[in-house]
């Protein structure tokens, strides 16, 4: 049972558009949902945060939308960069000794073109 | 800080070989943990440690074995390798704080095949 799903598996943005990548969740225990990027022959890195009790996270060029009557979440790269291209994964924990327990979603390869 | 550190960075094993993966990290998190990466497959969770002496099972732990004697150490052992251990595995080590939730820190990876 594939507990946080994520689309799409790859994208292609021009350089300056939005990268849009969109996750889902089953489980209402989850309570941290996470963004990792990437980069090849690295590790993931935590790029931005959020708890459900926003809809909304913002830092810099990077934005999580939070849908939680959807069970939904987001993440938003404005002006994106081929510095950006990179696999980005959703993830989510559920509170207190879970929450250090990442369910990830499978990954998106995103690529920014010039 | 080091942060995070695996070793090796790259093993080819043969099919009923044993090795350990090594893992230490030096920020005195108490938490650790071992991940799979597969294509296509995000990363799932082998087993975790919220400690010194204490190890649980995540997702999959079958084929592997954890200890953890120290804070800073969590070795993965791979009791008879199979080639469908072969993959990328990464060694996490987390906090958690008031402000900032859990931050959850990734080594650099070990890249396992076997054969």
């Known amino acids: 049972q594939q507990q946080v799903k994520q689309s799409p598996q790859s994208l292609i943005v021009q350089k300056g558009g939005i990268s849009i990548i969109n996750c889902a969740y089953e489980?209402?225990?989850?309570?941290?949902f996470p963004w990792y990027q990437q980069f090849p022959g690295k590790g993931p890195a935590l790029l931005i945060a959020i708890r459900p009790d926003v809809s909304e996270k913002k830092e810099g060029r990077f934005t999580i939308s939070f849908n939680k009557s959807a069970k939904q979440f987001s993440l938003h790269i404005m002006d994106s960069q081929p510095g950006d291209s990179a696999t980005y994964f959703c993830a989510a924990s559920k509170p207190g000794a879970g929450s250090y327990q990442l369910t990830f979603g499978k990954g998106t390869k995103l690529s920014v073109i010039p | 800080n080091a942060g995070v550190t695996q070793t090796p960075k790259f093993q080819v094993l043969k099919t009923g070989q044993s090795m350990t993966l090594q893992c230490a990290q030096d920020?005195?998190?108490?938490?650790m943990s071992w991940y799979r990466q597969d294509p296509g497959m995000g990363l799932r969770l082998i087993h975790y440690?919220?400690?010194?002496?204490?190890?649980d099972q995540g997702e999959v732990p079958n084929g592997y074995n954890v200890s953890r004697s120290t804070t800073e150490d969590f070795p993965l052992r791979l009791l008879s390798a199979a080639p469908s251990q072969t993959s990328v595995y990464f060694c996490?080590?987390?906090?958690?704080?008031?402000?900032?939730?859990?931050?959850?820190?990734f080594g650099e990876g070990s890249w396992l095949t076997v054969v």
């Open positions: 489980n209402t225990a989850f309570d941290y």
């Open positions: 920020m005195n998190h108490e938490y």
């Open positions: 996490a080590s987390s906090y958690s704080s008031v402000t900032s939730g859990n931050t959850i820190y």
């Open positions: 440690s919220v400690g010194a002496g204490i190890t």
